[in-house]
């Protein structure tokens, strides 16, 4: 990278695992969330959601409910009859509230503003509502089938931020469709020495971020101001500014804390009825979805797929062909996307002659799916890493063996026209194998697994951010992207730190405020430490470069002969402390200075061709199964966190830990059901298990490999979805060494417990071999 | 509001007496942070599984979002901001920020007071599996638990002899 070769490899900030400037704030219950706050004179939020998965709505009654002493509004989509009421940054397909029709369990239909949530709950009882009910599609096949009723009727309209080319007419109930065609499959699968097939089904999953979507919103004179826990506010705001017809600049939203994101809130969710229910009381109103609300906000998608590998005799990978279905629920969400990237993950990182994809986004009348960590690509690589195991049963190669011979090497193509791999792939499969012990001696019911692949990550490659210094040197950190959880404050800090030689806790970072924070475009795609952090580094040379100025008159010297260092700028033994460099500038003790820096797609290389990285999706896993219950127990798992440098090498081991953990969870019991009628089966925390510290794997490795080649900071490159796309795969390939072969997930007591005895038919002490 | 019925209660929160009038149905954990607005305790699952809201009830952990605000009346209630500036609070401080265990942070206070309960009867486990018994009552999303037991095992050595 360019930009990055004026700072020495050599760093007292970067690369140091700095202790979290936001965890004594955390942990002493000090730190705000959005549920923490009020504002004056506001109000309190509930919704009304539909009871029924699919219906027309012939009547709604809120004359009860208004009556009721407290209630100060009652919202309705007739409330919106001067706007067009349509959001969805991919397919602008969701009423802010149900119009005419209603399309999931769920969905809201009105909302109450009272003075109290009591009076709000209370008040949504009194909403009447006669619903004419349609056929409900509550699953892939119900959806698909030929006779269905299309959910969605009309022109399909593009999101402002849909990013996916010319959006295609719909057809049925499939929204979008993702074809790759390179090569002749047809012709090498008529031929080729081993052919491995299989249908696979994934289930739906709940993202659980603990503190759940919330929201304030007030809407005045001024225009609309939001205290939300949204990961994308620049995003967000473009659509409330297009949905309540303002200029975005008359839309500001201030992020906190974020109890948890994990892709849940990420673009616009809970926002729009907010600022609608405010826009009709006149006064701030907040809105706190329960839990069961939140898992039919967004979730992650569904998919039934069907896929083919075909392969030489010897182990080399000749030809995959994948056809898969993913249920975005009742709206697109970021289902298109979502379709997109698993059509991009279904190769693998492999060399082939053929591939051919075809994705489809479905419709069905389910809560809407979007963005969960790791989107698409662990549904793939779930699948796409079960065949390349298989073809190594069939040919006598072992896992690390099989790899060796087809993963891309770095600099080949991984896509067409996109970033040369960027990763050793092969050097971190051999980690992870050697961690979990694969090919070591191992007894019967015990298996280990591998899995690799890849993830096109940073999103679109735009991040602005400002750095700041006040008269007394003071420094701030302008930058947008959303703390929740991963540390990205602490990491900026450090960032700038490093550019500026002071101790990173010297400077500020505080959460979005898209009235004066920088424009970040999201945090996702892991891609806030490289994007905004390669923004913010840019930042703070060109204020350095303003103090280096003032600095060079006062030694009167050329620049290139003062340092950093000692929190000032040197020349020999003379040290100029910022405090000094500002009153040198400004004449006395006042002023301030700003350095801008961007990121944007430009020039050649990794910002222009994309993506911006390529996200290395490594893991290995050791389990035991009990034969007689079917359990699945964890003994080891790894991890690679291919970063490129380690900005802090301790958040970068928790953000692997915990997609491990959420890996597990989608792996062997996490699984959202719904019923013929749409109903939710699972919709509290009762019956819809996270992991526990009881799921913690025995042994649990995360091996941090820094080769410098990531396209950030420092060589930097981001982490943290990788290790959740590559266990659900590790875990699976680990079952099937152990001779328990899987094809739906979560891998449940159960369903292991039937695998376990179909390939067992007689007895089940048959010695396995090794 | 529907009519209903409401009881007075006299209580100490934080070691400080307390009197209101709180209706039959309201729950500690609105009680505390919408009266007494003391945020530390976390809503989340609301069905006693993610202890978020974890508050202690003379000096036992309870779920504030299933306890009724009626029955503190005549006991003691201790939240994240009644033990955060007591002196014996650092070992705890420490430990969660040397190990990187906070992430989000939303499920910490409740962690905190978890442990704290068990550390002030001396039963604080100082094993890998005592700890994850200990903590299964709690749920985190973001660390994947290691740090957390690793934190929480440093202060069972700290605070316990």
New interface residues.
């Given amino acids: 990278m360019s930009s990055t070769t004026t700072v020495s490899t050599t760093t007292t900030q970067v690369g140091s ?1 700095l ?2 400037s ?12 959005v ?2 706050m009020r504002v004056p004179d506001m109000l309190h939020a509930k919704v009304l959601r539909s009871p029924v998965g699919h219906a027309t709505i012939s009547r709604i009654d809120t004359s009860l409910a208004e009556g009721l ?2 209630v100060v509004a009652v919202v309705t989509g007739a409330d919106l009859d001067d706007l067009d009421p349509y959001f969805g940054h991919a397919i602008k397909d969701r009423p802010v509230l149900a119009l005419d029709r209603v399309r999931f369990v769920g969905e809201p239909v009105a909302a109450v503003a009272a003075v ?4 709000a709950a ?1 008040a949504v009882n009194l909403i009447e509502v006669d619903y004419e009910p349609l056929p409900v599609l509550a699953s892939l096949p119900a959806a698909l089938d030929p006779e269905a009723v299309p959910i969605h009727e009309g022109p399909q309209r593009p999101g402002l931020f849909h990013g996916l080319g010319t959006l295609p007419d719909r057809e049925g109930n499939v929204c979008y469709r993702y074809r790759i065609d390179r090569g002749q499959a047809e012709d090498i699968f008529a031929s080729a020495d081993v052919v491995v097939e299989g249908e696979y089904v994934f289930p739906a999953v709940y993202q ?5 979507h919330s929201v304030i919103a007030s809407y005045d004179h001024r225009g609309v101001e939001l205290w939300a826990n949204c990961q994308h506010p620049f995003l967000v705001r473009a659509e409330v500014a297009a949905l309540f017809d303002l200029p975005p600049s008359r839309v500001r939203i201030h992020v906190p ?6 892709g849940s809130k990420s673009y616009t969710k809970m926002e729009p009825i907010a600022v609608a229910m405010a826009r009709k009381a006149g006064r701030p109103v907040k809105l ?1 979805n ?2 069961d609300e939140s898992m039919v906000t967004t979730r992650r998608h569904g998919m039934q797929a069907r896929m083919r590998t075909a392969a030489s005799a010897d182990g080399r990978l000749l030809a995959r062909e994948v056809q898969l279905s993913l249920d975005t629920g009742a709206y697109a969400d970021n289902g298109p996307r979502v379709t997109a990237t698993a059509g991009d993950a279904a190769p693998g990182p492999y060399r082939w002659e053929a591939v051919e994809v075809d994705a489809e986004c479905v419709y069905t009348n389910t809560g809407p799916a979007g963005s969960y960590r790791a989107f698409g690509a662990t549904h793939l690589q779930w699948i796409g890493e079960s065949q390349v195991d298989e073809v190594a049963r069939r040919t006598g190669l072992d896992p690390v063996e099989i790899r060796r011979k087809n993963l891309l090497e770095p600099g080949e193509e991984v896509r067409p026209g996109g970033k040369p791999l960027d990763a050793d792939l092969i050097g971190d499969v051999e980690k992870v194998a050697e961690a979990v012990g694969v090919g070591d001696p191992k007894g019967e019911y015990t298996g280990r697994g591998v899995s690799v692949g890849l993830l096109a990550a940073g999103a679109h490659p735009v991040s602005t951010a400002a750095v700041r210094m006040e008269a007394t040197g003071e420094v701030s950190a302008l930058v947008s992207s959303t703390e ?4 990205t404050r602490t990491v900026m800090a450090q960032i700038a730190a490093e550019i500026l030689g002071i101790p990173a806790g010297e400077i500020a970072v505080e959460g979005a405020d898209t009235a004066y924070s920088p424009y970040d475009r999201s945090t996702g795609a892991s891609r806030s430490t490289t994007v905004a952090g390669l923004a913010l580094m840019r930042a703070a040379q060109d204020l350095l470069d303003q103090l280096l100025e003032t600095a060079a008159a006062h030694f009167d010297v050329g620049r290139e002969l003062i340092e950093v260092g000692d929190g000032g700028l040197r020349y020999g033994s003379d040290v100029l402390s910022y405090p000094d460099v500002m009153v040198k500038r400004f004449g006395f003790v006042g002023g301030e200075l700003v350095g801008r820096g961007e990121v944007r797609p430009e020039g050649t290389g990794s910002y222009a061709e994309g993506p911006v990285f390529w996200e290395v999706c490594v893991a290995g896993v050791e389990v035991s199964v009990d034969p007689g219950t079917g359990e699945v127990r964890i003994t080891k798992s790894a991890s690679v966190a291919d970063v490129g440098r380690a900005i802090n090498p ?2 970068v ?2 953000q ?7 890996g597990l969870g989608n792996a062997l019991f996490e699984e959202m059901i719904f019923f013929e009628d749409g109903l939710p089966g699972n919709d ?3 019956e819809y298990r ?5 799921d ?1 794997p025995e042994q ?1 490795t995360c091996v941090i490999v820094e080769n410098a080649d990531g396209p950030g900071p420092f060589g930097s490159k981001g982490c943290g979805e990788g290790v959740l796309a590559a266990i659900p795969a590790a875990v699976t390939n680990a079952l099937a060494d152990a001779g328990i072969h899987i094809n739906e997930l979560p891998a449940t007591p159960e369903r292991v417990w039937r695998a376990l005895h179909a390939s067992k038919p007689t007895d089940t002490s048959t010695e396995e071999t090794a | ?2 009519e209903n019925t409401t009881t007075r209660i006299e209580a100490e929160v934080n070691g400080a007496p307390i009197s209101a009038e709180v ?1 039959a ?1 309201t729950l500690l954990l ?1 009680f505390l ?1 919408e009266e007494l607005l003391l ?9 006693q ?2 202890g ?1 809201c974890t508050v202690l009830v003379d000096g036992g952990p309870v779920s504030s979002c299933c306890y009724l605000a009626a029955d503190i009346d005549g006991r003691s209630v201790v ?3 009644g033990v ?1 500036d007591e002196p014996g609070f650092e070992p ?2 420490r430990a ?3 190990h ?1 265990a ?8 409740g962690m ?1 007071l978890t442990t704290k309960s068990l550390a002030d009867e001396g039963e604080l486990p100082r094993d890998e599996e005592g ?3 200990a ?15 690793d934190a929480v095992g440093d202060i069972a050595k700290a605070v316990q002899r």
């Fill in positions: 695992s202790r979290r936001d965890a004594r704030a955390k942990l002493r219950g000090d730190a705000e969330f549920g923490d002493p407290g109290d949530e009591a009076t209370a659980y971020s603990m503190e759940t804390y974020l109890g948890g994101g994990f706190i329960r839990v929740m959880g991963q540390g301790q958040l081991e928790r692997d830990e915990g997609g491990t953990l959420q509290t925390l009762l996270v992991p526990t510290t009881e913690l649990l | 509001m529907p209706e149905s609105d942070r945020t530390g305790a976390k809503r989340s699952c609301e069905v599984v993610c978020s939240t994240i901001e955060r705890y401080e969660f920020i040397d990187a906070v992430q989000c942070g939303f499920c910490i206070p905190i700890l994850r018994d903590l299964s009552g709690n749920v985190c999303r973001c660390t994947g638990y290691r740090a957390i037991i």
